[in-house]
């Protein structure tokens, strides 16, 4: 062991604990952490689950499965495009403005899944609309929280 007065001992609690007066700015980054969490798990969640629904699709409509995977790269297409804009919005305005328009945007594009019944409809809902709201739920709006 060093001996040198000038040096404080440190302890081992020390180092464990936060500085006095943290507490809160820690607790709030673990919070900011989780709902960001939540936020890209659902968005995320629901981009990965339309596939379960292609043969539903298939079978209720007239849109064939071809159709439907071309909605869906335009959709990953737009997805990509748009989180930049939404990175952007979340800086200029603020990142819940960002959350709640994509919010609003994926909700429109589930439900106008709904009344797809062709190749146009399910282009706008989950080729445009869905993918747009989804990018606003991506990484460059979440990391900026």
Known sequence: MHNDPTI??????????????????????WITIALASVILMIT???????GLFVHPIVS???VTVTEISMALAIGQLVW???QPVFGVLADQKSPFAALA??????????IGTIWSTSFLDLTLSQGLLAATGAAAGG??????L
């Open 44 to 50: 995320m969640g629901i981009r990965q689950t339309v």
């Open 101 to 110: 328009a994509g919010a609003a945007l994926m909700a429109a594009g589930q």
């Open 8 to 29: 404080p001992a440190a302890t081992p609690s020390a180092s464990l604990s936060p500085p006095a007066g943290r507490e809160n700015s820690v607790q709030g980054a």
């Open 139 to 144: 990484f460059s709006v979440l990391l900026g």
């Open 60 to 62: 209720a409509t007239a």
């Open 80 to 82: 990509g495009v748009f």
